[in-house]
């Protein structure tokens, strides 16, 4: 077992310095202790996993039991753990908290949803929402602007927010009228997420609570199956069709897929778009590949802001079931581990010149939606809606820039999710 290191002060985590900026404490972690115990913010004791090698075996560590109920601390303990009203809404049974064999089987009936075949008919589903969150956050600007003055938004709550709010409610089956409604409850989960977990929870029981109405209004009048059935008539389908999926299950996976499926792509695209904004060169680099239809490079950008900061700092919980060793040290069983992604994908030992944004990197195998039978299955969707919004931004508004100094920007606090506030942007140039 590797000794800590004694003579070294340790960084200190989980503070709003650190939120702002955490890569150079991740870098400590990975050269002197790369699988520590830390008392975090909650006051749960958990193992940080930082390098590379050491985060893609505990990924794929089937001793690592995703299921709270492994953990060996007293049930009021476990309850800090994971999503805040998810026990008490009964929503407990989704892909984030389950092993296999449930987790198989719920993870192959909600598969279907996310085919290429079925992301790509999506696309331009995708391409209208951009436009019209672009064109309305112009005409906003037009209002309140004079002629010749620069324009402004929030690319934040104008942008990166509703565009994965309204595509997940789309894919779910969530009708038009009652977005708005999940609108408010996702944006009350964000809100709260960096802060005490009662606001998180009383949006958890909101959602609940709609879910279970949906889901029932949904089997009263399912038609004929179709290829462009929701994710949710999808489910209650298989249910009806045999396949042991409880009401409490298919809400359970509507709500994960909500959840899971709107603040990373909000991150992805608000720290891709700031990564952008603060690189020029690579910035340039991209917008010439854009004018040339050169739309591997923007899918290859994409991956590399992935990597470079990406929406998801610290993969949820995982347990171990049985004594097991991770990168020299040994973890009893029933303690949580914790992968740190964002700490892994700036490892030099695998990506040259770790912190450095290059759209070129070509070897790019990082851990932004995980690895393992608890990759990301939302993936596709994620990148089909940031290559889009980001492309699509590029393109119309070229001379887009930040509007305030970047130390005048605040980070999100809480424990999984990594993104900013706010991002205020400026431009004067036709969006058409």
Same mark, same amino acid.
């Given at each position: 077992m590797p000794e800590q290191p004694r003579d070294i002060p340790a960084p200190t985590l989980f503070t709003w310095e650190f939120a702002a900026d955490p890569y150079p404490a991740y870098a400590w972690l990975r050269d002197h202790a790369p699988v520590r115990r830390t008392t975090l913010p909650s006051g749960v004791e958990a193992w940080l996993v930082t390098r590379y090698a050491d985060a893609r075996q505990a990924l794929a560590d089937p001793r690592l039991s995703k299921?709270?109920?492994?953990?060996?601390?007293?049930?009021?303990?476990?309850?800090?753990?994971?999503?805040?009203?998810?026990?008490?809404?009964?929503l407990m049974t989704h892909l984030l908290n389950i092993d296999p064999p449930d987790h198989t089987r719920l993870r192959r009936l909600v598969s279907k949803a996310f085919t290429p075949r079925r992301v790509a008919a999506f696309a331009p589903r995708v391409r209208e929402l951009t436009d019209g969150l672009i064109d309305a956050f112009e005409e906003n600007s037009e209002k309140t602007l004079g002629e010749g003055e620069r324009r402004e938004a929030d690319l934040i709550h104008e942008f990166a927010f509703p565009l994965p709010i309204y595509a997940i409610c789309d894919l779910l089956g969530v009708p038009r009228e009652d977005q708005d409604d999940f609108r408010d409850w996702a944006g009350s989960m964000i809100r709260h997420g960096g802060g005490p977990r009662g606001g998180v929870a009383r949006a958890v029981k909101h959602i609940r609570a709609y879910l279970a109405e949906l889901i029932h209004r949904k089997r009263e009048t399912l038609g004929a199956e179709g290829e462009d059935e929701d994710l949710i008539s999808g489910l209650i389908r298989a249910s009806d069709h045999g396949e042991h999926l409880t009401e409490n299950e298919a809400a359970a996976m509507a709500f994960i897929l909500l959840f899971a499926g709107f603040e990373t792509t909000v991150n992805l695209i608000g720290n891709g778009m700031y990564a952008l904004l603060r690189h020029p060169v690579q910035r340039a680099r991209l917008q010439r590949a854009l004018e040339e239809g050169d739309e591997r490079f923007l899918a290859a950008g994409i991956e590399e802001l992935l990597r470079y900061d990406g929406p998801v700092e610290i993969a949820?919980?995982?347990?171990?079931?049985?004594?097991?060793?991770?990168?020299?040290? @040994?973890?009893? !069983?029933?303690? /949580?581990?914790?992968? $740190? %992604?964002?700490?892994?994908? @700036?490892?030099? !030992?695998?990506? /040259?010149?770790?912190? $450095? %944004?290059?759209?070129?990197r070509t070897d790019n195998q990082h851990l932004g939606y995980g690895h393992g039978i608890h990759y990301c299955l939302g993936a596709p969707l994620a990148r089909l809606e940031a290559?889009?919004?980001?492309?699509?931004?590029?393109?119309r508004l070229p001379d887009l820039r930040l509007a305030v100094d970047s130390d005048d920007l605040r980070w999100r606090g809480g424990l999984i999710m990594r993104g900013l506030r706010t991002l205020p942007v400026t431009w004067n140039s036709p969006g058409r």
């Amino acid at each position: 077992m590797p000794e800590q290191p004694r003579d070294i002060p340790a960084p200190t985590l989980f503070t709003w310095e650190f939120a702002a900026d955490p890569y150079p404490a991740y870098a400590w972690l990975r050269d002197h202790a790369p699988v520590r115990r830390t008392t975090l913010p909650s006051g749960v004791e958990a193992w940080l996993v930082t390098r590379y090698a050491d985060a893609r075996q505990a990924l794929a560590d089937p001793r690592l039991s995703k299921n709270p109920q492994a953990h060996r601390e007293s049930a009021h303990v476990r309850g800090k753990v994971g999503i805040p009203g998810e026990q008490r809404a009964d929503l407990m049974t989704h892909l984030l908290n389950i092993d296999p064999p449930d987790h198989t089987r719920l993870r192959r009936l909600v598969s279907k949803a996310f085919t290429p075949r079925r992301v790509a008919a999506f696309a331009p589903r995708v391409r209208e929402l951009t436009d019209g969150l672009i064109d309305a956050f112009e005409e906003n600007s037009e209002k309140t602007l004079g002629e010749g003055e620069r324009r402004e938004a929030d690319l934040i709550h104008e942008f990166a927010f509703p565009l994965p709010i309204y595509a997940i409610c789309d894919l779910l089956g969530v009708p038009r009228e009652d977005q708005d409604d999940f609108r408010d409850w996702a944006g009350s989960m964000i809100r709260h997420g960096g802060g005490p977990r009662g606001g998180v929870a009383r949006a958890v029981k909101h959602i609940r609570a709609y879910l279970a109405e949906l889901i029932h209004r949904k089997r009263e009048t399912l038609g004929a199956e179709g290829e462009d059935e929701d994710l949710i008539s999808g489910l209650i389908r298989a249910s009806d069709h045999g396949e042991h999926l409880t009401e409490n299950e298919a809400a359970a996976m509507a709500f994960i897929l909500l959840f899971a499926g709107f603040e990373t792509t909000v991150n992805l695209i608000g720290n891709g778009m700031y990564a952008l904004l603060r690189h020029p060169v690579q910035r340039a680099r991209l917008q010439r590949a854009l004018e040339e239809g050169d739309e591997r490079f923007l899918a290859a950008g994409i991956e590399e802001l992935l990597r470079y900061d990406g929406p998801v700092e610290i993969a949820t919980w995982r347990f171990a079931t049985e004594p097991l060793t991770i990168g020299g040290q @040994r973890i009893a !069983e029933g303690e /949580p581990v914790l992968v $740190v %992604l964002a700490a892994a994908d @700036r490892d030099p !030992e695998r990506f /040259p010149d770790p912190d $450095v %944004l290059d759209l070129r990197r070509t070897d790019n195998q990082h851990l932004g939606y995980g690895h393992g039978i608890h990759y990301c299955l939302g993936a596709p969707l994620a990148r089909l809606e940031a290559q889009t919004a980001i492309g699509t931004l590029l393109r119309r508004l070229p001379d887009l820039r930040l509007a305030v100094d970047s130390d005048d920007l605040r980070w999100r606090g809480g424990l999984i999710m990594r993104g900013l506030r706010t991002l205020p942007v400026t431009w004067n140039s036709p969006g058409r």
